[in-house]
T-cell receptor, first 114, second 111 residues
Framework: GAGVSQSPSNKVTEKGKDVELRCDPI?????LYWYRQSLGQGLEFLIY????????KSGLPSDRFSAERTGGSVSTLTIQRTQQEDSAVYLC????????????FGPGTRLLVL | GQNIDQPTEMTATEGAIVQINCTYQ??????LFWYQQHAGEAPTFLSY????GLEEKGRFSSFLSRSKGYSYLLLKELQMKDSASYLC????????????FGTGTKLQVIP
């Protein structure tokens, strides 16, 4: 069956531009997670959706970051006025619902800000 | 704070047993995750411990002790394909849902 998909797989942008990253979770998964992984670093939790709502957005690195999820399915992570420190792999994962359910990760979007 | 510490690197021999430790200076978490991540790939879920004790899944087992503030991942009968990074993470429920990761342990399995 189809796993979690993310697009684009790679994105190169110029400093100051806005980017939008997309995540398609596994069908039927109500929970969706966004993480960031910088080169050589561990995973950094960004935000978690249960259905369309995100209980807490404090994991987002700055107010340039926003995320939404509509229809309980696709989610987009938007980074405005990108900075070089935003360069990282952005990973999306989904699970059936409860946090202890297995999270299935997508392949990630590799973002490079020049 | 929510510090989660893991050894940076470990090396073990094919066929052997290796224990990867994860210590934390935090409380109030609901459970502890372990993930495996091969270089250049997305993480894959290994285990989630809520209760103290050992949970076994084939060659991989995970242990949690809340009173002692640590967890470990035990890999038996090591195979070359087990060379990867192993990430420990704690889940904090409540008004917010947050997962805090350690920096990961890079395991190299040698012949």
């Amino acid at each position: 069956g189809a796993g979690v998909s993310q697009s684009p797989s790679n994105k190169v942008t110029e400093k100051g531009k806005d980017v939008e990253l997309r995540c398609d979770p596994i069908s039927g998964h109500t929970a969706l997670y966004w993480y960031r992984q910088s080169l050589g670093q561990g995973l950094e939790f960004l935000i978690y959706f249960q259905g369309n709502s995100a209980p807490d957005k404090s994991g987002l690195p700055s107010d340039r970051f926003s995320a939404e999820r509509t229809g309980g399915s696709v989610s987009t992570l938007t980074i405005q006025r990108t900075q070089q420190e935003d360069s990282a792999v952005y990973l999306c994962a989904s699970s059936l619902g409860r946090i202890e359910e297995t999270q299935y990760f997508g392949p990630g979007t590799r973002l490079l800000v020049l | 704070g929510q510090n989660i510490d893991q050894p940076t690197e470990m090396t073990a021999t094919e066929g052997a047993i290796v224990q990867i430790n994860c210590t934390y200076q935090t409380s109030g978490f609901n459970g502890l995750f372990w993930y495996q991540q091969h270089a250049g790939e997305a993480p894959t879920f290994l285990s989630y411990n809520v209760l103290d004790g050992l949970e076994e899944k084939g060659r991989f087992s995970s242990f949690l002790s809340r009173s002692k503030g640590y967890s470990y991942l035990l890999l038996k009968e090591l195979q070359m394909k087990d060379s990867a990074s192993y990430l420990c993470a704690a889940f904090f429920p409540g008004g917010y849902q947050k997962v805090t990761f350690g920096t990961g342990t890079k395991l190299q399995v040698i012949p």
